[in-house]
């Protein structure tokens, strides 16, 4: 079923909408004709977001949302329905990018602390976004990574949480299908955004020029290359995909 209504008024929620991939698909998705309620734990960048929407013609909102609390995820929902009467589109974006941390030297806390937003945040979000599609159907995209398919030297929690929101979103797009609400997982590679080449990334120019090495497309993606499969896959054009997962990777992982 498609998540474009033919009234040409859906609507679609993005969290980690401030900055990166969350931002270049908002702005996608508002350009193929969605209102966004654009959510970051950082309202500010989420206020800018929905700005540029707004400035160019489209409609959006701006919250600040921490995935991690199921009363922000539940209220991002709502006024998107109080506003707008409808969710048709979601991507569960928001995530952080962990501890460069070898497993014996992860505490608990940095363990928990990555699994809650990663994994028990996308969980926080497909629930009342799956009960507010469950009359008219939709699309949900969560963002996973080329780390949810493999394994990462010194990044065991992030690698976890990743390979958790693949299996969660199978199950969900099991169970959706009915309901004519499809969930895919979106698995990015080494994108330049600010988790990955901001002042306080994780990665240092070693690590990043090692990524790129192993990439067929031998460079960093923009964030908008990624967006545009996001975009896809809440449109009509990918009606009958679900409980699937796509690398936007340059051919990392095809060797």
């Known amino acids: 079923m498609s998540a474009r209504r033919q009234d040409g008024c859906s609507v679609a929620i993005v969290t980690g909408a401030g900055s990166g991939i969350g931002r270049a698909s908002a702005l996608a998705l508002a350009d193929d004709g969605f209102r966004i309620a654009a959510a970051d734990i950082d309202e500010a960048a989420a206020q800018e977001t929905a700005q540029h929407i707004v400035q160019a013609g489209g409609e959006a909102f701006a919250l600040r949302v921490d995935v991690t609390r199921e009363e922000d995820c539940e209220a991002l929902v709502a006024q998107a329905g109080e506003r707008w009467g409808r969710l048709d589109a979601a ?47 939709g699309a949900i995209v969560n963002t996973a990574s080329i780390m949810g398919l493999r394994g990462g030297y010194g990044g065991s929690a992030y690698c976890a949480s990743k390979h958790g929101v693949i299996g969660l979103t199978k199950a969900a797009a099991l169970e959706g299908g009915r309901d004519g609400i499809r969930v895919n997982a979106l698995c990015p590679g080494y994108i330049d955004t600010p988790m990955t080449t901001g002042a306080d990334s994780i990665f240092n120019e070693k690590k990043l020029d090692a990524g790129i090495a192993r990439a067929a497309i031998r460079r960093l993606a923009r964030p908008e290359e990624v967006a545009a499969m996001v975009v896809w896959l809440c449109s009509a054009r990918a009606s009958y995909v679900t409980g699937a997962s796509f690398t936007v990777d340059g051919g990392v992982t095809a060797s």
């Not at 070898?102 to 990555?114: D, F, P």
């Open 91 to 137: 991507f569960n974006n928001a995530g952080i990018a962990g501890y460069p941390l070898l497993t014996v030297e992860h505490s608990l806390a940095q363990w928990r602390h990555v699994l809650d937003v990663n994994l028990t945040g996308v969980f926080n979000c497909l629930r009342p976004q799956m009960r507010a599609m469950k009359r008219g159907g």
